[in-house]
C-alpha cells in the first residue's frame, strides 16, 4: 500500500529501541462532498471510522467489524486502498521505547440505512457519533482544534488524510 506520510508525535524518540506495534484500519466512505466521519461530542473533532486489527483478522474483516461497530453501517464493499500512515510516539506501555501505529485507509461503501452502534466505554464517553460531514467543515474544524493545541492525538493524522483526500478527488 502506497505510504502518504510519516508522523512522529514527539521528539525524543529512541528509535533503537523496543518497538510496540499496532496496525489498524480505517473506512474512508465519500459522497459527493460528504463524508462519513465519526464525530467526538467531548473533543469536537471528525476521525475516520475504524480502529485496531484483532488477531486473526485480514484488514477487510476488521474493517468491515470497526464500521459496523462505530457507525452501525453494513459495508457493501471496499473498493481500493487508499494509502497508510504511519506514526510513531513514546509508548505508555513498560519496556518499550517506540509507539509505531500503521493506519490502512481504504475506499469503501456501506448500505445508507444504519443500525444501532457498539461502542466500547472510552468511544462512548468522548461520544463518538457517526455523521456525513462536508469535507471543508471537517477539515477547518479539525485544523481549529489543531492550531488550539487542545486536540485529540489521531487529529493531525485524520486532518492530513482528509487534506489528501480532497486534492486527490477534486472534493
Request: proline share 4%.
Amino acid at each position: 500500500m502506497k505510504l502518504l506520510k510519516e508522523i512522529i508525535r514527539k521528539q525524543g524518540i529512541n528509535f533503537d529501541g523496543n518497538t510496540i506495534y499496532r496496525e489498524a484500519v480505517r473506512g474512508v466512505v465519500i459522497n459527493g462532498k460528504t463524508l462519513l466521519m465519526i464525530y467526538s461530542s467531548k473533543d469536537g473533532d471528525y476521525k475516520f471510522p475504524g480502529g485496531g486489527i484483532n488477531i486473526g483478522e485480514t484488514h477487510e474483516t476488521a474493517l468491515v467489524r470497526e464500521i459496523r461497530e462505530e457507525c452501525g453501517a453494513t459495508v457493501l464493499s471496499i473498493n481500493e486502498e487508499l494509502g497508510k500512515v504511519i506514526e510513531f510516539d513514546i509508548p505508555i506501555e513498560e519496556n518499550y521505547d517506540v509507539f509505531k501505529m500503521v493506519s490502512f485507509y481504504y475506499i469503501c461503501e456501506v448500505d445508507p440505512d444504519f443500525g444501532e452502534q457498539s461502542l466500547d466505554q472510552y468511544e462512548i464517553d468522548l461520544g463518538f457519533t457517526p455523521i456525513w460531514v462536508d469535507i471543508d467543515k471537517a477539515i477547518s474544524t479539525n485544523r481549529m482544534l489543531i492550531d488550539s493545541n487542545n486536540f485529540p492525538r489521531w487529529t493531525p493524522r485524520e486532518t492530513f488524510v482528509l487534506e489528501y483526500i480532497k486534492e486527490k478527488f477534486r472534493l
